[in-house]
């Protein structure tokens, strides 16, 4: 293979193990949407939902799912008996992906996706690090671990967009979502008024986990590019460092789209 033939492939490799190898979510300001999404979900009792970003164009389909929920789910979500009024939907379908980040589950019925559940946050003018955050599951879909995919979400984005802690106001009897939150934070903090609890919890110790899955998925991927390069015989008894190719190559891949 000559010398030219060896640089293209050295690029073409650290190319690939920079793309494979940085965080698992990625943030794309210019289109403002948020990429690993929509993503099939399939459930032990091989049910399949898809887990994707809401969008203005969902508007019915959130007003159809919550016309759907039980009263007490609703007064639970919004912590009212109304349903959400036509401005407030407005409000919700208005994201813009990085201070205010709605997800929504989805299934299919014939040739309808119907929303099941949705979860966001949304930062606090006066603490930009603190967001509320905010589910709903739909009733006949509870209890089999999607608040729980919601909130992981939820947090893996907001850490990579600067929120250091989230905060719910959440009725006293909500029992299922105040377990919940106790089982994802590490610090819970609450108080109480009247029929409410008010919760604030860091989602740092959810950030150093991710960051850790991060550092383990680019060790396995140098690992594998490594037998790559010594299977084409560019590595030449080891001549060829593929950390230093990686760090030598960096030609704007992980640059100005994705969050820092």
Known sequence: M?????????????????????????YNYAPRRLARFPRDIRFGDGSE????????????????????????????????????????????????????VALVVTQRKGNEELIIAEGRYVVLDERPAMADIALLVADQMQRRGIATLLIGELMEIASRNGVTHFSAEVSADNRPIISL????????????WGREMHFEFPILMRKRTVGEKAERDGL??????????????????????????????????????CAP
């Open 2 to 26: 000559s010398t030219e033939q060896q640089k293209l492939m050295r690029l073409l490799v650290a190319r690939w193990i920079q793309a494979r190898s940085s965080l698992s979510l990625e």
């Open 49 to 100: 939902l898809r887990l994707q970003e809401l969008r203005s164009e969902n508007r019915d389909q959130l007003k159809t799912f919550f016309s759907d929920c039980s009263p007490q789910a609703i007064y639970e979500r919004f912590l009212s008996a109304n349903s959400p009024s036509d401005p407030m939907l407005d409000y919700l379908v208005d994201c813009d992906g990085s201070r205010h």
């Open 181 to 192: 939150l106790r089982e994802v934070s590490h610090s819970l903090s609450s108080s109480i």
């Open 220 to 257: 396995r991927l140098r690992a594998h590019a490594r037998r790559i390069l010594e299977n084409l015989g560019i590595m030449n008894n080891s001549n060829l460092n593929v950390s230093s190719v990686l760090e030598g190559s960096n030609n704007g891949l992980g640059g100005p789209g």
